[in-house]
């Protein structure tokens, strides 16, 4: 292939991508770093194009000068370059052939090594684990783990622990109903049981734990998780990350909506919610929940419900905004707090009726009080620029 060729002209010349980058502030961008970022695949592969008697240039795919500016500004802040190029495909900047499945396979591979230190092939916990449960009663937990371990009591936190490395290793069988039941109350995910959501009279939740527990326990084993990504395309990849992302992200908010409205448990989500809010934070999180979710769809009884459950989050893209706003409005306005009670704010979510009487109260407070509340709403508009509902 010649310069001259036409295929040539969407493709990006290495020196042309240094200098945006060098002209956009970052000082360090440079060729070799170009050619260094492409060895580690932070960008793609370039390919030599010749150039007549002006020798050859260094073609690079179209779209790399946005993937190098990208990593440039990931790299003032993470060093590591398997970060920086994990980064830029979790934010959709890159595809998962460039780096995405190498770790995901080798972050599989890890967690079963890992697992294999704590849990023995019979299912006996290991000198090592042991060891480190009773570090666990004392330990920094991020806040919703902090928050099991004060439900379970720190006396009791290493059940939870030792409970958890049963299920993940698939030794189920190992705790007996009781125990089942303990550890589901313990991780707050027991009121998913009993709260009664009114569109359907009943509770969202029901059947069998010990059954529940064994199909957590068969889709998270890490075993599974490396025999999924390699039966997995690159398109695959990809369309998991991006419907994880709004998953995590329906889920974290609605999570935080219970939490604020009503509790820290309140149906189960409460608690599943910061608790996925956590994991998507953290870049071994969001490879856990890539691959927790390709598991999930490799079952065909379970990918209905997964697509009927992105649908119901993106029904309501903005509800941690809506909530924050309406909380400050109850707040500022004079007399919202006793036209608004917390009691009726704590069916924001599962009652229409009160959806229905709550807009009518702001819709009479409004005709007093644009101004103010329209303030509130413009220090609340979304990302995207819209305003919340």
């Not at 290493?158 to 009781?178: C, E, K, N, P, R």
Request: glycine content about 8%; hydrophobic content about 40%; overall charge negative.
């Amino acid at each position: 292939m010649t310069w001259q060729d036409e295929a040539d002209e969407l493709w990006e010349d290495a020196n042309d991508i240094v200098a945006l980058a060098i002209g956009l502030g970052y000082a360090g961008a440079s060729r070799a770093r170009l050619r260094a970022w492409h060895r580690h695949r932070v960008v793609p592969a370039p390919r030599q194009v010749g150039r007549g008697v002006h020798g050859t240039a260094t073609l690079y795919p179209p779209g790399t000068a946005t993937v190098f500016l990208r990593a440039c500004e990931l790299h003032l802040t993470q060093r590591k370059l398997k970060e920086v190029a994990w980064a830029l495909w979790w934010n959709g900047f890159t595809d998962a052939s460039l780096s995405a499945r190498s770790q995901l396979v080798a972050f599989a591979e890890r967690l079963a090594q890992l697992l294999d230190k704590f849990v023995g092939p019979n299912g006996e916990l290991t000198e090592h684990a042991h060891d480190e449960l009773d570090k666990s009663t004392a330990a920094r937990l991020p806040a919703p783990f902090a928050r099991v371990r004060r439900r379970a009591g720190a006396a009791d936190f290493d059940f939870v622990v030792q409970s958890l490395l049963y299920i993940a290793s698939g030794h189920v069988d190992a705790l007996g109903d009781t125990a089942l039941k303990e550890l589901e109350h313990a991780l707050g995910h027991d009121r998913a049981r009993t709260d009664i959501v009114g569109s359907i009279g009943g509770p969202w939740l029901e059947g069998d734990v010990r059954e529940d527990m064994e199909n957590i326990s068969s889709l998270a084993s890490p075993r599974r998780f490396i025999e999924v990504i390699r039966t997995c395309s690159d398109d695959e990849l990809d369309e998991a990350r991006d419907e994880v992302g709004r998953f995590a992200a329906g889920l974290a908010d609605l999570g935080y909506a219970m939490r604020k409205s009503m509790d820290n448990w309140a149906y189960g989500m409460a608690a599943w919610g910061g608790q996925i809010e956590y994991l998507i934070g953290t870049p071994d999180g969001q490879r856990y929940m890539v691959l927790a979710w390709l598991s999930c769809k490799k079952r065909p009884d379970l990918t209905p419900n997964l697509g009927t459950i992105l649908a119901s989050f993106d029904k309501s893209p903005h509800l941690r905004h809506d909530m924050d706003l309406l909380f400050e409005v109850r707040e500022k306005i004079p007399g919202l707090a006793e036209r608004l009670p917390l009691s009726l704010l704590r069916r924001i979510l599962k009652d229409p009726a009160s959806q229905k009487r709550i807009a009518g109260v702001l819709t009479e407070a409004r005709k007093e009080h644009a101004a103010q509340i329209d303030e509130i709403i413009y220090r609340h508009r979304t990302v995207d620029g819209s305003d919340p509902v």
